[in-house]
């Protein structure tokens, strides 16, 4: 019974603390599609404007 209830709080720590991870992880790949996209606009406007 000691041995379930270990395994228990474990699996729950665990997923106290993978909760904000996971959230940061997905924040910086927001940023980064953001900033691509970003990137992106800046080059094609760059050719479009070159090339007029």
Same mark, same amino acid.
């Given at each position: *019974?000691? @041995?379930?209830? *270990?395994? !228990? +709080? $474990?699996i $729950? +720590? !665990?997923?106290? &603390?993978?909760?904000? %991870?996971?959230?940061?992880?997905?924040? %910086? %790949?927001?940023?980064? &599609?953001? &900033?691509? /996209? /970003? /990137? &992106?606009?800046? $080059?094609?406007? =760059?050719?479009w404007? /070159? @090339? =007029?």
């Amino acid at each position: *019974m000691g @041995r379930i209830l *270990m395994i !228990a +709080a $474990v699996i $729950v +720590a !665990a997923l106290f &603390l993978l909760g904000p %991870l996971v959230g940061f992880v997905f924040t %910086l %790949l927001k940023w980064a &599609l953001i &900033l691509s /996209a /970003a /990137a &992106l606009v800046v $080059v094609l406007a =760059t050719k479009w404007f /070159a @090339r =007029t």
